[in-house]
C-alpha cells in the first residue's frame, strides 16, 4: 500500500469541482422532503391519515419503504426520500472508485502511477478511502439538515450513519466489480444491475412479508427504522458485508494481471459488420447498450409513476396539502401528477442525451477519435454521429418512458388509449432535452476541459427549476433560463407547437455553434 496517503491527496484533487455537487445534490433532496413533509404534515393526526391513505397502496410501499416509518415525522421523511437519495449516494460511489481504478488503468494513467514507487494495492485503497470520506461527508450533511429543519438528534444521526452505510456497501461492491471486468463501462453496468436488484429485492420485501428486504443494502437502511426505533444493529450487517466485499476485492486484485480482469472479454468477429463502416454506425455500437438500459429503466420508472395514478385522487382527498404541489391544484388531480410526473422523467431523460453528447469528447481524449478523424471522415460527420444518436436515442428514452406510464395507468383505468397519450406527451419534453443537449455540444466545441462541468450543471439547473422553484422561492426571470419552464405541461396543459419549434431552432442553433468551436481547434485540447 505504500504511496496510497499520495494518490489519496491527488485523487481528492481531482475530485475537487465533480464531488461537491453530488453532496449537494443528496443534501438538498433530504433538506426539500424533510421542509415539506414537515410542513404538509404537522400534527399527528395529518400523520394518522397519511399512513392510513399509504399504508395500503402497495405502488407506494414498493417505490418508498416500510410503512412502520410513517409512524413518527421522521421516519415519513425516510420512507419517503431514502430508497432515491440512496441510488443518487450509490452512484456517485460507483463513479468515484471505478474512475480511480479501472478507468485510470484503461487510460494508462494508472501505468504511469505503477512506475513510480506505488504499491500494487496502493490504488483500490486510496479509491476506497476517498469513497469513505466522501459517505462520511453525506452523512455529516444529512444530519446538519436535517437536524436544522427541526428533527431529533438520534434519529438524524442514525439517518446520516445508515446512508453512508449504503454508500460504502457500493464502494466495495465497485471495488470487486473493476477486478472482474476489463473496462469501466461493463464495471459500472455490473454494479447497476447489483443497484436494481438492491431496489427491486427492497420493493418486494416491503411489499411482502420484509424478508426479502434483508437481501438489499437499501433495505438495511430502512430498517434501521430511524427516528421510530433508533436500531443501530443493522449497521453491522452493513459493516460486514463492505469488510467481506473489501477482501474479496483485494484477493482478486493479487490474482489479477495490471489492465486486465478476471473475466477476459470475448472475441470479437474477424471481420466488421457492415454497420461500422460509417461514422453513424460506430456511433451506435458505442452507445447501443447504454441506450437500451436508459430505455429500460426510465420505461419501469415511468411504468412505477402510472400505477398509482388511478389512486392519487383518494390520495389527495385524504391529504388536501399535497394539491398545492400539483400544476393545477385540486382541480384536475390526475392530469397534474402525470403532468409533474412526465416532466420528472423527461428530467431523467435528459441525463441520457448529455452522456451520449459527453461521449464524443470521451472518445476525443481517450485517442479513439484520432485514427477515425485520419480516415476520409471529416470532424462534421464524426461529430453529427454522436449527436444522431444522442437526439435519436432520447426520443427513444422518452418515448419508452411515456408508454410505461401511460400502460401501467391504462391498465389501472381500463384504457388502452393511454399509452399512446402519454408517449406524446412525454415527446412533447424532446426540445427541451435536445437544447440541454446542445448546450454541452457547444460546450465541447469551445470550452472542451469545462464541458462536462457545465453541461452537468445545466441538467442541475433545469431540475432545481422545475420541482423546487417554489421551495426555493426562485425568482421568474431565473426560472425562464429552462427550456423546461417553456414547454407546455401536458397532459395539464395542450401541446403548441410554437415554443417547441423555437426550443428545437434553439438546439440547432447551439449544437452548429459547437461545431464551428471544434473546427477552430485542435483535437485532444
Sequence with gaps: MNGAGHLLRFMLRRERFGLPWWLLGATVLVLVQSTQSQNLYDTPED????????????????????????????????FEIFAFVSIVVALMNMFLVGRHTRADEESGRAELVRSARVGRRATLTAALTLAGLANLAVGVLVFAVTVGTGLPVAGSVLFGAALAGVGCVFAAATAVAVQVFENARAAYGAVALVLGAAYVLRAAGDVGDGTLSWLSPIGWG?????????????????????????????????????????????????TASAALGSPLGLAWRLQRGSLIGWAAGLFLLGAAYGSIGDSIEQYVADNPEVAEFLPGGAADIVDGYLGLTAMTLALIGTAFGVIAALRARGEETSGRAEPVLATATSRAAWLASHLVVAAAGSALVLAAAGFGEGLAYGLTVSDAGQAPRMVGVALGYLPSVLLVTAVAVLAIGWLPRAATALAWTMVGYC???????????????????????????????A???????????????????????????????
Design 47 to 78: 400523520l394518522a391519515k397519511l399512513r392510513e391513505s399509504l399504508g395500503g397502496n402497495t405502488a407506494v410501499v414498493a417505490m418508498s419503504g416500510p410503512t412502520r416509518l410513517l409512524e413518527s415525522i421522521g421516519g415519513e421523511v425516510l
Design 222 to 270: 430502512q430498517r434501521t427504522f430511524a427516528y421510530v426505533d433508533n436500531r443501530w444493529w443493522p449497521l453491522l450487517v452493513m459493516a460486514a458485508a463492505i469488510g467481506a466485499a473489501v477482501a474479496v476485492a483485494m484477493a482478486m486484485l493479487g490474482r489479477r494481471d495490471f489492465g486486465a480482469g478476471l473475466v477476459r472479454p470475448r472475441l470479437g468477429r474477424a
Design 463 to 493: 431540475a432545481v427549476v422545475a420541482l423546487f422553484a417554489d421551495s426555493f422561492e426562485i425568482p421568474g426571470w431565473l426560472q425562464r433560463g429552462s427550456p423546461f419552464a417553456h414547454t407546455p405541461q401536458a397532459p395539464l396543459e
Design 495 to 525: 401541446l403548441t407547437a410554437t415554443p417547441l419549434v423555437i426550443l428545437a431552432v434553439l438546439a440547432a442553433a447551439l449544437a452548429a455553434g459547437g461545431y464551428a468551436g471544434l473546427r477552430r481547434r485542435d483535437l485532444g485540447y
